[in-house]
């Protein structure tokens, strides 16, 4: 079935599928395509069309305060495949600790354990074309190149592996999509339809059940959808506006009784050139610095902490990626020339590499997203970020760059020089992956979490959030694979709603 | 100009003896030469003091209380019958280091950069 255009819907329209999808990124794909042999008639919407429109993206227009973020009309991208529009592939699974409560971190835990998950990560693997399932088991077989001779301790090479778009000449991340765009025509049961923004989320008398969606278009038409099932799945920002903003008949917003909407946001902080990694014996394995094909993988090395180190000194994930080849200056030549004259290596050949990192961030309630009083071209409030990011995580960070120095010069291969320390050196090198977490998050306690452990908003018995905006612990791997796989355990629980 | 007879035969004894001090362990004969201090029984420990300065000043703008009697006292101590490359792999197992301009090193290697460096300052 050919995609259906929301400008051409007649006024005053009302649609009633069985489920309606609310958004066209990895996760309302995702969905669609799992349900794709079931008799469940599914509409998904989808805000933009089949390309880049700034009329469409400036809807996405907001505020930022506190620590400098991406403009939230930069950080994402509003047409059919979302942000996977402009990903760059980076895929790794979850850790199973990013799913224990830890005493430790507050708010910590998902409902479940990895294991839930495990059964959808191979289908996932598939969708996002990431190739073979390896991961850390590319530390185990042939690797082109050795890995970075560490000592014992609490730090190890392991990997991540990159979606490429197969058959795709330009080696480029899958775009979900166009990549998809084909598949989902060929759906009976799904009819997709671009251009149409839901604007309210419209709840039943008694408030347990959502009646029906507001949809309008930028051309002015507005008509409503009313399906059995929703699932909500703008994206980790606009899964929150959205609720804040159906706003009619629970002033605090749909499934915000307890003030948890918008909190708990959460993005994957980088700051770059965070340390200097000397390699004595001269130039490090090719797949730490750049993407590599082998075994049916294209992969590439990070050094993260071991769950038994993060357990033991508390941390939180850091997955650290070696940047580029640097110079040494005079201080740098003497420390790695005497260091490794003492521990009777040698350096003559060495060579040196900022690293980089990505950070998994502390749950905070104050990291939040909130309604302004600015509305955008559909009447929609618009939403203001406040961006946080505590000493802690950085003092984490820390801990395990240092532990790797000390492995380093235990392996006798190599050592480190940290390069930050004050607050503002972190802040001054911070980037941000665009991995929008946390702010519809789960937990089995309607208290402590907006949705439940069936991602069913909890108080309301047809209405559904994918993506990422529901992990509570967000772990230091990129989203994208762990919200298809959760979205795929997502369509099993709705084809059961429907038999 | 060609070198006369005499002279290249001069040349390549000088650079025999030469060859012969170092495999000797002659070197000192052309090595750098210091100020005697009280200390050298540690300095002679590193690998090349010139080296050991300027990571010893780094150390020495961080820490104004480096107090150069109860240092050498304490590296006395951890080296004591043990040579720096010994007392260094058993520092690192243990996560004893220390921290000079960024570069994380064995604790007892960088008192004794941070002694190098404030003994050339005596000098």
Partial sequence: MSFVDARQIPEGTELTPDLAIVGGGPAGITLALALARTPIKMLLLESGGMDFDPATQKLYAGDETGVRYIPLDATRLRYLGGSTNHWGGWSRPLDALDFEKRDWLPYSGWP?????????FPRAQQLIEAGSFLYDKLAHGELPGALLPLGPGGMYTSFFQFSQWRGNKEHLPTAFGHRYADDLKRIPNL????????????????????????????????FKVKPRHIVVACGGIENAR??????????????????????????????????????????????????????????????????????????????????????????????????????????????????????????????RLTLTTARDALGMPRLKLNMTISDHDLARYRISLIELGRQLLAGKSGMLKLQRSERAEWLQVMDWGNHHMGTTRMHDDPKQGVVDANLQVHGLANLFIAGSSVFPTYGASN??????????????????LFR | MMPSRRGAIGAVVAAAAGAAAIGYGGWRLFGRHYAPTTYDDLLTQLPDRDMAMPIGRAFLATHANFTTTQAAAALRARLHNRDLAAVSISEIARGELSVAGGWMMPATLLGLCALAARMQNRV
């Fill in chain 1, 191 to 222: 009819q997709l339809m671009l251009h149409a923004n839901v604007t309210g989320v419209r709840l039943a008398q008694d408030v347990r059940w959502v009646d029906h969606l507001d949809i309008a278009t930028l051309s002015g038409r507005k």
């Fill in chain 1, 112 to 120: 479940f354990p990895r294991e839930e998950l495990e059964p959808y």
């Fill in chain 1, 242 to 367: 959205l609720l804040l903003a159906s706003n009619d008949a629970i002033a605090a917003g749909i499934g915000n009784q307890n003030d948890l909407v918008g909190r708990f946001f959460a993005d994957h902080a980088i700051p770059r050139d965070t340390a200097t990694l000397v390699v004595f014996g001269g130039e490090i394995a090719p797949f730490y610095k750049t993407n590599l094909d082998a075994r049916g993988a294209h992969f590439r090395a990070t050094i993260s902490p071991t769950e038994r180190f993060r357990r033991g000194r508390q941390l939180t994930g850091a997955l650290i990626t070696v940047e580029q080849r640097v110079e040494l200056d005079g201080l740098g030549r003497a420390a790695v020339d005497t260091t490794s004259a003492v521990l009777g290596t040698g350096a003559g050949s060495a060579h040196a590499y900022s690293l980089g990192v990505g950070l998994e961030l502390t749950p905070d309630p104050d990291r």
């Fill in chain 1, 479 to 496: 989203p994208t694979l762990n919200l298809v796989a959760l979205t795929l355990r997502l369509a099993e629980h709705i084809r059961g």
